[in-house]
């Protein structure tokens, strides 16, 4: 059970090659803000939320408003934890 540990070398190619990377020109900042904030991965969480609270009420009631305020609410949170684990995992 040894762990295998990167070479000095490799770490220094790897963050050359990370730190010269131009950002893509032409993208909107709703394009940045989208891939920070892992929209693609809160969308599910949102949609696992509003599935759970449909299936909890759907037989009596439904309240409309608070199923939307449920989901923004998600949405606001596993945006906000995306863009923090984006901001920490910084080398």
């Not at 299936?55 to 945006?79: E, I, N, Q």
């Amino acid at each position: 059970m040894h762990k295998i540990l990167p070479t000095s070398a490799s770490i220094r190619t790897l963050s050359r090659s990370l730190s010269t990377k131009a950002p893509k020109k032409g993208r909107s900042s709703l394009s940045n803000i989208a891939e920070l904030s892992k929209a693609r991965l809160s969308s599910l969480v949102v949609l696992t939320t509003s599935c759970g609270f449909l299936s909890a009420g759907l037989p009596l009631y439904v309240s409309v408003p608070t199923l939307v305020g449920a989901s923004v609410g998600t949405a606001l949170c596993a945006s906000s934890a995306g863009t923090l684990n984006q901001v920490l995992e910084v080398d």
